[in-house]
C-alpha cells in the first residue's frame, strides 16, 4: 500500500470518527511516516501515528491501534494544554518532532497550524536542541532512579528497559531526527555510523545488554515471542495502556518487523522492542490470566539472562553503568549539535 492511501485513510478516520469527540480540536500526523513522500510504499511492520488534540485536562485512555479502511492506524490523545505555546512545545522531545512538519490534518481553529509555523521556524535552534536532549537525559534519570524492586517479573523488566532504551533518543534528537520507538536503535546506529561513532553505539548496545547476541539466537527468541505474543493477545481482557498493541491486527509490526530486521542483518536493533513485547504479554497474563504465567515466563526470563538480566540486582547494577554513562552521552549530542550548527553556516 502507498503512503498516500494511509494518509487519506487516516484523514478518513479524523473526519468520520475523530472529529466527534468531546472538546475536539485538530489532528495531526507524527511518528516514522512523516517524511517519506506519497508515492512510497508503507513499510512493513509501520503504522501511521495521529495526534488528537482536544481541550480536555483528563484525557481518556488512547484508543491505540485500529484497523481502518485496511491500514493500520495508531490515535493518541494530546491535551490542547501540552501545546500552550512554541516554547512549551520546542523543549519536549516528546511533541516537537511531530509539528517540525505540517502534517496537520484538520485545524477548526487554526491554532494548530500557527502553532506548527513557529515550531517549524526554530526547532532547529542550539537552545531548542539542547533543551529537548535535556528532557531525555532527565527522563532517563528518572526512570531509572526508580525502578521497583518486587513485583511481577514484567515491573521491573519495564521500568528498566524503557529509560534504557531512551539513550538512543538523546543521539536522534542532537541529530535533529524522529525519535521513533520501535526502530529507536536502528535509527540511532544510522546516525552514529554517518557520524563516525559507532563506538559509541555499541556502548549503547552494551548498555542494553545485546552487544554480542548472535541473529540465531535473536530469531529463536522471536518464535518464543510469536508463541507468546498469540496466546496473550487470546488473552487479554482488562483494558491497559498498550492493549492495541497486543493484538492480531498488530501482530505484523511486531513480529514481522522483528523478522525484517533479522534477516537485514539488524537483529541486534529488534531486541529492544522484542524484550518490550515480552513485558507487555506478561503483564497481561498477571492480569487476566496469572495461570499462564509458568508455562511463558521461562522463555521471557531466557532472553532477560541473554541480556546479562537474571535479576532485580543485575538491573538495578546496569541502571548505575547507565547513570554513570550519562556526561558522556550528553558530550556527545553537544559536540553532535555544534557540528550541526557548524555545518549550517558553511552551507
Known amino acids: ?53 482536544l481541550n480536555r485536562d483528563n ?50 481553529t487554526g491554532y494548530l497550524r500557527k502553532l506548527q509555523s513557529e515550531v ?10 539542547r533543551a529537548r536532549c535535556e528532557h531525555v537525559l532527565q527522563s532517563i534519570q528518572n526512570g531509572l532512579s526508580s525502578i521497583p524492586p518486587a513485583g511481577p517479573w514484567h515491573a521491573p523488566i519495564t521500568s528498566w528497559l524503557f529509560p534504557t532504551g531512551i539513550t538512543t533518543h538523546v543521539i536522534l ?7 521513533t520507538v520501535r526502530l529507536r536503535y ?5 546516525v552514529l555510523a554517518a557520524d563516525n561513532r559507532m563506538a559509541l553505539y555499541e556502548k549503547l548496545l552494551r548498555l542494553l545488554g545485546c552487544e554480542t547476541i548472535s541473529a540465531q539466537r535473536v530469531e529463536q527468541h522471536l518464535q518464543q515471542l510469536e508463541r507468546t505474543f498469540d496466546t496473550a493477545a487470546a488473552a487479554a481482557r482488562t483494558l491497559l495502556p498498550f492493549s492495541s498493541d497486543i493484538t492480531a491486527a498488530a501482530k505484523p509490526i511486531i513480529i514481522d518487523g522483528s523478522r525484517v530486521l533479522i534477516k537485514q542483518g539488524n ?14 504479554c506478561h503483564h497481561i497474563f498477571t492480569v487476566d490470566q496469572p495461570e499462564l504465567l509458568p508455562v511463558y515466563e521461562p522463555s521471557f526470563r531466557e532472553m532477560a539472562a541473554d541480556l546479562g538480566i537474571y535479576s532485580f540486582e543485575d538491573m538495578a547494577k546496569r541502571a548505575r553503568q547507565t547513570l554513570n554513562f550519562l556526561p558522556e552521552l550528553r558530550q556527545a549530542a553537544e559536540q553532535m549539535i555544534q557540528a550541526s ?5 558553511r552551507s
Request: charged residues 20%; hydrophobic residues 45%; proline residues 5%.
Open 59 to 108: 484525557l481518556p485512555m488512547k484508543p491505540g491501534k485500529l484497523l481502518h479502511q485496511g491500514v493500520l492506524v495508531e490515535i493518541s490523545f494530546l491535551a490542547l494544554q501540552q501545546l500552550s505555546s512554541p516554547e512549551a512545545v520546542l523543549s519536549s522531545y516528546h511533541l516537537a518532532g511531530g509539528l517540525r512538519t505540517d502534517t496537520i490534518i484538520d485545524d477548526p
Open 341 to 345: 550548527e557548524a555545518e549550517a553556516h
Open 267 to 280: 537483529h541486534r536493533e529488534a531486541v529492544f522492542w522484542m524484550m518490550a513485547t515480552f513485558a507487555r
Open 186 to 190: 536502528l535509527a540511532a546506529s544510522r
Open 120 to 129: 517549524s521556524r526554530h526547532f532547529a535552534q542550539k537552545k531548542w536542541v
Open 173 to 179: 534528537v542532537a541529530a535533529l531526527r524522529n525519535p
Open 1 to 53: 500500500m502507498k503512503v498516500k492511501q494511509v494518509r487519506e485513510a487516516a484523514a478518513d478516520w479524523v473526519r468520520s470518527r475523530g472529529s466527534g469527540l468531546e472538546q475536539y480540536c485538530g489532528a495531526y500526523i507524527s511518528g516514522s511516516t512523516v517524511g517519506l513522500p506519497d508515492d512510497a510504499d508503507m513499510p512493513i511492520g509501520s503504522d501511521i501515528d495521529v495526534m488528537v488534540v
